[in-house]
C-alpha cells in the first residue's frame, strides 16, 4: 500500500523521531519468573547431577541442585509440549506431543528437531536398548540406529497402534498401546505380536521392568507378567485408585504414580502401600530416582468444589515417605490475561488452574477459582476500585472481596462466550462471540450495543483510550465508538488480517495486533499500514504502551518498537518460554504472561540504555563446568565488570576484566544455574551458565 505510506509519511516521521530520541534500547538485559511455579509435569529423567523435567505448555526445565530450582531450557524446542524424555550418555531426547522428537547433545544447552523420516510428530514415549532408539508416536513405532537423525517405521504386527509405552528386557522389546494391549518382538522391532492374555483392557498407559517382572498400568490398576507377556494377572492389593500414570524401579522398591498419588511395593506387586504425605496434587504423571532422591512430576486440578491443587514437581529424600514441593522457576501455566492493582497481581488461565492472585508483586500466589467449578477458560480481567471482573467461557463473573469469592453477572448476555472485557466509569464493556454488552450497573444486566458492527463476529479484544472505546473482531475489523459505544464505525481500510488480537494507543496513533503482524494508524483509523519490520513472527498475541514505546507479545516472545520506527528488536534475554499471550505495564516494570507463567522485567534495562557503540561477541565455556569458566570476549570496551549472580539476583561473584579472554574459579559456587553479567558504560551482555 505504497499511497498509504507516502500520505501518512510526515507524522510518522515526527513520531518515530520522537521515539528514537526517547527510548534507545539495551538488547541483552534479563527476564525474571515469578510464578505461579508448578504446573503439569509430564516426564522426568535424571542425568547425573542434572534432573529434566518435560511440561505441557512450558517446555523441558532443568535443574542441577536436586530440584531447588529450576531454568528453561527451549532453545530450538518448536513446541514445548514435552510428553517423555529418554538420555543415553550425552545425549538427551525429547518427544513432543505436536513437534516430534528434539535432541540435546549439551544438557538441554540448545535442541535440534530430529524427525526424518517420522510421519507424526506426536510423540507419547522413547525407549533405549543400546544403540536402537525406538519412538512410540500416534500411528505406530519407529526405530533409529543413527541417534535420532532417521527415522524407519516398525510395525509389522502393530497394526499402527498408538504406543503409548516402550519397555526394554534383553533382546526383548514391549510396546504398550492405547487400543491393542500389550506387544513384544524379539527382533528388534522387525516384528511385533500381541501378548495379552488376562489383561481386562487393552488401553496401556505405563509400564515398567523389574528383573523378570513386566508390569503395566491399565485402566483397571496394575497388572504383572512374570513371563515375558504370555500371562497377566492382576497386582492391586492396596492401591485405592485404577488409574496408573507411571512407574519408576529402584532395587526391589517398585513406584507407582497414580491418580490418587504415589504408591510403594516392595514385594514386586503382591501389595501396596500409600506415600502421599506432603503431597499437595496427588495426581501424579511421572516418577524419576536418583540416588536415594526421588521426584514426582505431578498435574494440578480444579474439582467440583472448586479446590484448586497446583502441580509441579515434589521431591522426597526417605524413599517417599516425605514429600516437599520443588518447583521454583519452574511453570508450565498458561497465562492468557493479566491485570495489576497495587501489589496486587490478578492472573487468568486457560488451563485448569484458571485464575490466581499475588497480592506480594509475584513472590507468592494463591488460587481464586472458587467459581471455576463451571470453566476452566479465563479470557480477560479489568478491575476497577474494589470490583474485579473476569471474562470467561461461561460469561463475566465479579468478585468484590478482592478474589475470595465471584458471583456470575449474565443477566442480559446473549452469549456467554466472553473474549474481553474492560471498564470505563460506571460502564462495563463485555466482548462476547456475538458482539459487544453494556452493563452500566455492575454487570447486574447488560444491553447489546452492536449498532454499527458489520457483523456479530467475535469482539476479541477492546481498548478505552479517553472518550474513543476500540474494538477488535475475529473478522478483522476495528470498530471505533466516540459516544460510549452507542455507535460504532469500521475503520479497515488497509487491514489485511482476518484477527485482531490487541489494540493499543499511543499518542495519536493507533497500533493493532493481528495474526498477520502489527498495523498502525496516525489518523484514527481511516488508513492503515503495516509495521512488520524487525518481527520473527507475525502472530501478535498482545500490545503495551509506555511512553512513546511498544511492547508486541507473540508466539515468538516480546518485541519493542525502536530504530526511528522502522523495526522492532527483540527483547527476549532470559524470558524462558517464549510464547507470550499478555502484557501489560504497571510503573517501572512491564509484565509478560505466557505458556510459562508470568514473567517481569524493569523498563529501565530496555529502555534507559544507550544502544552498543560496539558489536561484542562473547562465550563462556566450558558449559556445564565445575571448576572454571573462560569468558572470551572479541572485544573489551573499557572499565568492563563480570558478575556472577543466582536465579535469585544475588551477586556472588565480580571481577573486573581486562583482556579478552579470562579464566573465572566457580568451584566454590553450589550446583546449580547462573546468570553471567557482562556490563560497562555502554555495553550489557547476559548469559547462563550452569554449575555441576
Known amino acids: 500500500m505504497e499511497y498509504l505510506i507516502t500520505k501518512i509519511d510526515d507524522t510518522m516521521k515526527k513520531f518515530f523521531y520522537f521515539i528514537m530520541l526517547l527510548c534507545p534500547v539495551a538488547l541483552n538485559a534479563q527476564w525474571q519468573p515469578i510464578g505461579p511455579f508448578g504446573g503439569r509435569v509430564y516426564c522426568l529423567a535424571v542425568s547425573g547431577s542434572n534432573v529434566f523435567a518435560g511440561t505441557i505448555g512450558g517446555g523441558m526445565f532443568l535443574s542441577a541442585n536436586n530440584g531447588n530450582s529450576w531454568v528453561a531450557v527451549n532453545n530450538g524446542l518448536t513446541s514445548t509440549n514435552v510428553q517423555c524424555i529418554a538420555i543415553s550418555g550425552s545425549n538427551i531426547f525429547a518427544g513432543t ?128 507378567s512374570t513371563n515375558n507377556g504370555n500371562s497377566w494377572v492382576a497386582s492391586n492389593n492396596g492401591l485405592t485408585t485404577d488409574i496408573i500414570y507411571a512407574f519408576a524401579v529402584s532395587g526391589y522398591s517398585i513406584y507407582t504414580g497414580t491418580e490418587k498419588g504415589v504408591f510403594l511395593s516392595v514385594n514386586n506387586g503382591s501389595s501396596w502401600v500409600a506415600l502421599n504425605n506432603g503431597l499437595t496434587t496427588t495426581k501424579v504423571f511421572s516418577l524419576a530416582i536418583s540416588g536415594s532422591n526421588i521426584f514426582a512430576g505431578t498435574v494440578g486440578n480444579t474439582n467440583w468444589y472448586g479446590e484448586t491443587q497446583l502441580g509441579g514437581v515434589f521431591f522426597s529424600t526417605d524413599n517417599g515417605n516425605n514429600w516437599e514441593a520443588m518447583s521454583n522457576g519452574l511453570s508450565s501455566n498458561d497465562v492468557h490475561c493479566i491485570a495489576k492493582s497495587g501489589s496486587n ?18 513472590s507468592n500466589w494463591i488460587p481464586v477459582n472458587n467459581f471455576f467449578i463451571l470453566t476452566p477458560f479465563v479470557r480477560g480481567i479489568t478491575i476497577s476500585d474494589t470490583n474485579i471482573f473476569a471474562a470467561t467461557d461461561f460469561g463475566v463473573f465479579l468478585s468484590t472481596d478482592n478474589g475470595s469469592h465471584f458471583v456470575i453477572r449474565n443477566n442480559g448476555l446473549m452469549d456467554s462466550l466472553t473474549y474481553s472485557i474492560a471498564v470505563s466509569g460506571s460502564n462495563i464493556f463485555a466482548g462476547t462471540d456475538w458482539g459487544l454488552y453494556l452493563s452500566s450497573n455492575n454487570g447486574n444486566s447488560w444491553v447489546v450495543v452492536n449498532n454499527g458492527l458489520t457483523s456479530t463476529y467475535s469482539v476479541h479484544c477492546i481498548t478505552i483510550d479517553g472518550s474513543k ?46 495474526n498477520e503482524g502489527i498495523f498502525f494508524s496516525p489518523d ?5 499500514g503495516t509495521l512488520n519490520n524487525g518481527l520473527t513472527s507475525t502472530i501478535i498475541k498482545s500490545l503495551a504502551v509506555s511512553g512513546s514505546n511498544i511492547f508486541a507479545g507473540t508466539d515468538k516472545g516480546v518485541f519493542l518498537f525502536t530504530n526511528n520506527g522502522n523495526s522492532w528488536v527483540e527483547v527476549n534475554n532470559g524470558l524462558g518460554t517464549v510464547n507470550v499471550f499478555s502484557l501489560i505495564i504497571d510503573g517501572s516494570k512491564i509484565y509478560a504472561g505466557t505458556n510459562g507463567g508470568v514473567w517481569q522485567r524493569p523498563l529501565s534495562e530496555m529502555l534507559g540504555i ?44 565480580t571481577r573486573q576484566i581486562t583482556q579478552p579472554k579470562t579464566q573465572l574459579d566457580i568451584s566454590s559456587l553450589p550446583n546449580g544455574v547462573y546468570f553471567v553479567r557482562l556490563t560497562s558504560d555502554k555495553t550489557v551482555a547476559t548469559g547462563k551458565i550452569i554449575k555441576q
Open 469 to 514: 472505546f476500540f474494538a477488535g473482531t475475529g473478522d478483522g475489523s476495528v470498530l471505533i465508538s466516540t459516544d460510549n459505544g452507542s455507535n460504532w464505525v469500521a475503520k479497515n481500510n488497509g487491514l489485511t488480517s482476518t484477527i485482531i488480537n490487541s489494540i493499543a494507543v499511543c499518542g495519536s496513533i493507533i497500533f493493532a495486533g493481528t
Open 345 to 362: 497481581i490478578f492472573i487468568g488461565s486457560t488451563n485448569i488452574h484458571n485464575m490466581f492472585l499475588s497480592n506480594n508483586s509475584g
Open 97 to 224: 506431543y505436536d513437534g516430534g522428537v528434539f535432541l540435546s547433545t549439551n544438557n538441554g544447552g540448545n535442541w535440534t528437531a530430529v524427525n526424518n523420516g517420522l510421519t507424526t510428530k506426536c510423540i507419547y514415549c522413547i525407549g533405549i536398548s543400546g544403540s536402537n532408539i525406538f519412538a512410540g508416536t500416534y500411528d505406530g513405532a519407529y526405530l533409529s540406529t543413527d541417534n535420532g537423525t532417521s527415522w524407519v517405521a516398525v510395525n509389522n504386527g502393530l497394526n499402527n497402534n498408538c504406543v503409548s509405552c516402550i519397555g526394554v528386557s534383553g533382546s526383548n522389546i514391549f510396546a504398550g498401546t492405547l487400543e491393542g494391549g500389550v506387544f513384544l518382538s524379539t527382533n528388534n522391532g522387525n516384528s511385533w505380536v500381541a501378548v495379552n492374555n488376562g489383561l481386562p483392557s487393552l488401553t496401556v498407559w505405563c509400564m515398567t521392568i523389574s528383573g523378570s517382572n513386566i508390569f503395566v498400568g491399565i485402566g483397571f490398576g496394575v497388572f504383572l
Open 524 to 528: 484514527n483509523g481511516n488508513y492503515w
Open 610 to 653: 544507550e544502544n552498543m557503540s560496539i558489536d561484542v561477541h562473547y562465550k563462556f565455556y566450558p558449559n556445564p563446568s565445575s571448576d572454571f569458566i573462560t569468558i572470551e570476549t572479541s572485544a573489551i570496551p573499557t572499565e568492563s565488570q563480570l558478575s556472577i549472580s543466582n536465579l535469585n539476583g544475588q551477586e556472588l561473584i
